[in-house]
T-cell receptor, first 114, second 110 residues
C-alpha cells in the first residue's frame, strides 16, 4: 500500500517554463488536495478535488491548474513558472469530506524556479 | 481571512518533561482540529484530532480544546528526543478547506 505518491521529488525550473507535478493515491480516497509550504509560512491550499471531474480553488490558486480525470490521480500544472513559485509542494488525500479523518500527505516536491 | 496562530518557537524541553504546544484560531465556526508532526525535510503526519471541548488522550499525547476561547493545545508527556520536530496546528470549518498554523519547532534535549 503506497499511500500518496508524488513525483518528482526535486526539480529546478527556469522562469517561464512549465511543468506538471504528479500525485497518485491508491487508497480510493475521493478527496485530494495540493498545498504549498514556504519557510515560516505554513501550508497554503492551492486546489482541491472532491472526486473525479470536480475541482475547486483554494487559498492561493493563481499560476496553477489542476485536473482530476480519475479517482487516483490529481496532477498540478504550473504554467509560466515564476520565482514566487519556489516552494515545497505537498499533495494530500482524505477519506472524509474536509479531511475530517485527517490527511495522508505525499512526500513532497521541492521546486526551485531560477 | 481565517487565521491559525502558533508560537514559532523554538521550544526546548529536557528529556522526560512535558512539552506544551498552543494554537489559537480566529473562525468561531471551526469544527475540527488537528495536530500534525513534521520532521525536517519530511511531510506532515497526523498525530491527533479533536472535535469536542475537553481533553483527548492518545498515549503520551493529549489534545485540549476550548471553543469558547478559540484555543487548542497539545501536551506531550515524557518527551523524547525523537519528538523533536515542528508541530502544525490545523483547523477546519465545515467544508473542504483546512487552515494551518506556521508551526512550533520543538527540541527535546537529552
Amino acid at each position: 500500500n503506497a499511500g500518496v505518491t508524488q513525483t518528482p521529488k526535486f526539480r529546478i525550473l527556469k522562469i517561464g517554463q512549465s511543468m506538471t507535478l504528479q500525485c497518485a493515491q491508491d487508497m480510493n480516497h475521493n478527496y485530494m488536495y495540493w498545498y504549498r509550504q514556504d519557510p515560516g509560512m505554513g501550508l497554503k491550499l492551492i486546489y482541491y478535488s472532491v472526486g473525479a471531474g470536480i475541482t475547486d480553488k483554494g487559498e492561493v490558486p493563481n499560476g496553477y491548474n489542476v485536473s482530476r480525470s480519475t479517482t487516483e490521480d490529481f496532477p498540478l500544472r504550473l504554467e509560466l513558472a515564476a520565482p514566487s513559485q519556489t516552494s515545497v509542494y505537498f499533495c494530500a488525500s482524505s477519506y472524509n469530506e474536509g479531511g475530517a479523518s485527517g490527511y495522508t500527505f505525499g512526500s513532497g516536491t521541492r521546486l526551485t524556479v531560477v | 481571512q481565517k487565521e491559525v496562530e502558533q508560537n514559532s518557537g523554538p521550544l526546548s524541553v529536557p528529556e522526560g518533561a512535558i512539552a506544551s504546544l498552543n494554537c489559537t484560531y480566529s473562525d468561531r465556526g471551526s469544527q475540527s482540529f488537528f495536530w500534525y508532526r513534521q520532521y525536517s525535510g519530511k511531510s506532515p503526519e497526523l498525530i491527533m484530532s479533536i472535535y469536542s471541548n475537553g481533553d483527548k488522550e492518545d498515549g503520551r499525547f493529549t489534545a485540549q480544546l476550548n471553543k469558547a476561547s478559540q484555543y487548542v493545545s497539545l501536551l506531550i508527556r515524557d518527551s523524547q528526543p525523537s519528538d523533536s520536530a515542528t508541530y502544525l496546528c490545523a483547523v477546519n470549518e465545515a467544508g473542504n478547506q483546512f487552515y494551518f498554523g506556521t508551526g512550533t519547532s520543538l527540541t527535546v534535549i537529552p
